[in-house]
């Protein structure tokens, strides 16, 4: 387990299989999701309109309604721990060939995600400019296109950097904005209603039935003229194929599963459930408002800010409708742009994930020098959606049609998989309901239906969706052609493995613990993530006495937030950076004539990762060196954030972060007694002794201290609280 002075045998690693996360409700994945789901609501009911007429908002209902089943597929695959990532799961389910396809669609329906989003955000703001202008008789007005394609490349430009520093989106971020998008649904679920008992006359969108379907001529692509759309059950998978694209974002729903708290199974399906019946309402409700409260001779120049139209023609005065359109549009722009960030993490996890599956090179994942992020994946990510924007020039119409190809696909992919899968593994801890047994066979009906309807709308959307589906075709076939070279380079390089390194024994762990490694209670963990930034190892291997503390060197593996899907396989979290890293420690111990232990935790957050290896070690100090990133307090205030998360019993250590040239800072995690300035201890002895002649040796100086803290407490609780405030940042100020 420990690493000996000399070469006698290989070193042993101790690899935890399982990442270290912080655990989330139900309440919060369901956040997560929605923030990407329920942003459809915004341009998917104005794009399908424009597509296949006034039927469109009860098409956007009936697909929020088959979100359910789509629903029950992600639920099925996340159930699954499948080792190896999604092209691995893919490929040995349906073959190499068709898994670089799968990985090609989600790619692309990922990188159009965030352009649709901003541009959508964007088209709602210019809206809103003009019409401010156009009652404020300013005169001038923003072309809304124009404006909102310069508005998504800013947006874009400001997650990339985002992206490179690594700043996570939290979950707590994601709750509050769908707290602020539930106060704009609540109201217009009151309000729709007051203005259709008010309205004279209130009239249904016409049936979802062929003969009300009015395809716009670029709605058809290459069956336009020919006898297809005038059949009636083609007509409709074709008019469904143009509303899909409200469902899109349900593969967040698999990124979270592994951060949900337990028991998981129980809070996926509530997360799933609630995820389906906000969108139905949020996205299927309101769109179906709107086509009963808009004016049909109106209804035309919102559809690209549908709820900005619906905000502005509910009854009331026109300034509080006015008012609510403000309110409509920055939470569009809230919800919107942040699927733009969500979009970039899911992106940047999957070409993560297939490059430690070794289909990209290693190139791409070459760490930033300065954050520590895979910069040149999200810089690709970046240029691809920014290109997708100018090329668009704000048209949000254009957007939804290549939108909607890719997650059809992407959808259709990912339930042939777990199909497949269902012949093929018999370990679900969750199966899509409808399954009967004939022969002793299992038959997944629903499954198999729910796949037959993704595939049918796929090929509609495949020949009624011109430039979607040769922008789609091309990027597929361009990214295709990226993967299968970086894979048979990849292969070459494994034949010819790096030699200078030193070997590792591999000790495979579900988790680490006291009993997995050889250091006794109370060692010092020092965590290292660099090779040519170890100077804080030095520190601790010069100064500690083994006699009394082991020493356990630790890295953490990161693992993307958008890649939480699936475990990595063992080669993929053992990869040559952790070699070569460890095997800068390997000889850095040899010089110093120390023992220690070594161990490697994934983990999507290394702030969490350090502290829960810390907390199951019981070890006596955390050391980690300076941060590029932020400076030394900001670094202590998050590895303590990340202590307070753990749960109880929390176990107390010491947090010393060494910086070349300056001494280190310490500081303690957890209850512990706290260093007194010595003119502190001076005052309390004084005050000790002049109260000895009231209560005698009873009286101890804890006593003296104990006072003073309860009367700071009651302090802070009753009017005398700024004057406290007031003492305490003065005691801040001393030198």
């Known amino acids: 387990m420990s690493l000996e002075t000399g070469r006698t045998s290989t070193a042993k690693v101790v690899v935890a299989t399982t990442v270290a996360l912080s655990f989330i409700s139900f309440w919060r994945a369901a956040a997560i999701v929605l923030s990407d789901l329920a942003s459809s609501a915004f341009y998917a009911g104005g794009i399908a309109e424009h597509a296949i007429g006034k039927s469109a908002p009860w098409f956007i209902l009936g697909v929020m309604l088959f979100s359910f089943a789509v629903r029950s597929v992600y639920m099925e695959s996340s159930s699954m721990f499948v080792r190896g990532g999604v092209y691995v799961v893919v490929r040995d389910s349906m073959g190499p060939f068709v898994a670089r396809l799968s990985v090609s669609s989600l790619i692309f329906d990922y990188i159009l995600t965030g352009p649709i989003s901003v541009v959508s955000a964007g088209l709602y703001l210019g809206h809103l400019l003009n019409e401010i202008s156009d009652l404020s008789h300013l005169g001038p007005h923003v072309p809304p296109n124009m404006f909102a394609a310069i508005f998504g490349v800013l947006i874009t430009g400001y997650f990339w950097w985002s992206n490179i520093k690594g700043i996570h989106e939290s979950s707590g971020k994601a709750l509050r904005i769908m707290q602020v998008t539930t106060v704009m649904v609540v109201a217009f679920l009151i309000w729709c209603p007051i203005t259709l008992l008010l309205a004279p006359k209130v009239t249904l969108p016409p049936a979802p039935i062929p003969a009300n379907l009015t395809f716009a001529p670029e709605a058809l692509g290459w069956f336009r003229g020919t006898v297809w759309p005038q059949i009636g059950a083609i007509a409709v998978i074709i008019a469904f194929g143009h509303s899909l694209l409200s469902m899109s974002g349900f593969e967040t729903l698999a990124q979270v ?429 004084v005050l000790w002794l002049r109260l000895q002649s009231n209560f005698g040796s009873r009286l101890h100086h804890r006593d003296v201290v104990g006072v003073a803290l309860r009367r700071l407490q009651k302090d802070l609780e009753n009017d005398r609280r700024e004057e406290a405030l007031t003492d305490l940042n003065n005691e801040l100020r001393k030198p």
């Open 257 to 685: 599963y592994r951060e949900i708290a337990y028991p998981k199974l129980k809070n996926l399906r509530y997360t799933g459930n609630l995820v389906c019946v906000y969108a139905v309402v949020c996205t299927g409700v309101i769109t179906l408002f709107a086509g009963m409260i808009i004016p049909d001779n109106k209804r035309a120049q919102y559809i690209d800010n549908l709820l900005g139209g619906l905000a502005m023609h509910l009854a009331g005065p026109e300034m509080l409708r006015l008012g609510f359109h403000v309110f409509v549009v920055i939470v569009g722009a809230l919800i919107l742009s942040g699927a733009v960030n969500t979009s970039m993490i899911g992106a940047n996890g999957v070409m993560n994930r297939i490059a430690e599956d070794g289909v990209l090179l290693d190139w791409f994942r070459k760490p930033q020098p300065r954050f520590g992020t895979t910069y040149r994946i999200i810089n690709l990510i970046a240029l691809l959606q920014i290109a997708t924007i100018l090329l668009s020039r704000g048209d949000v119409y254009l957007l939804g049609e290549a939108y909607a190809f890719g997650v059809v696909w992407s959808f259709f992919l990912k339930s042939l998989g777990v199909l497949v899968l269902r012949y093929h593994r018999h370990d679900q801890e969750y199966k899509f309901p409808g399954n009967f047994r004939l022969g002793g066979v299992e038959i997944p009906v629903g499954l198999g239906a729910t796949t037959l309807v993704l595939l049918l709308v796929a090929i509609a959307n495949l020949f009624t969706k011109q430039i979607a589906t040769k922008s789609g075709v091309a990027f597929t076939v361009v990214f295709f052609v990226i993967f299968t070279i970086s894979e048979r380079i990849n292969a070459r390089k494994q034949a010819n493995k790096k030699h200078g390194l030193e070997e590792f024994n591999l000790d495979m762990r579900s988790e680490i613990n006291a009993g997995t490694v050889h250091a006794r209670p109370g060692c010092v963990l020092v965590a290292v993530r660099e090779s040519k930034r170890m100077g804080h190892l030095h520190n601790v291997l010069e100064k500690t006495n083994l006699r009394r503390h082991d020493i356990v060197v630790m890295t953490v593996r990161p693992i993307s937030s958008g890649a939480g899907e699936y475990e990595l396989s063992d080669s993929q979290l053992f990869s040559d950076y952790e070699k070569e890293l460890l095997s800068g420690v390997v000889t850095m111990a040899e010089k110093a004539g120390k023992t220690v232990d070594l161990i490697v935790v994934p983990g999507v957050d290394p702030f969490d990762a350090m502290v829960q290896t810390a907390d199951k070690l019981k070890a006596s100090r955390l050391v980690t060196g300076v941060s590029e990133k932020m400076d030394s307090e900001e670094l202590a205030s998050r590895i303590g954030l990340a202590w307070e998360k753990l749960p109880e019993p929390r176990h107390p250590f010491s947090l010393e972060i060494i910086s070349p040239e300056r001494p280190s800072v310490y500081v303690n995690l957890g209850p512990h007694p706290p260093r007194l300035w010595p003119e502190d201890l001076e005052r309390a002895h």
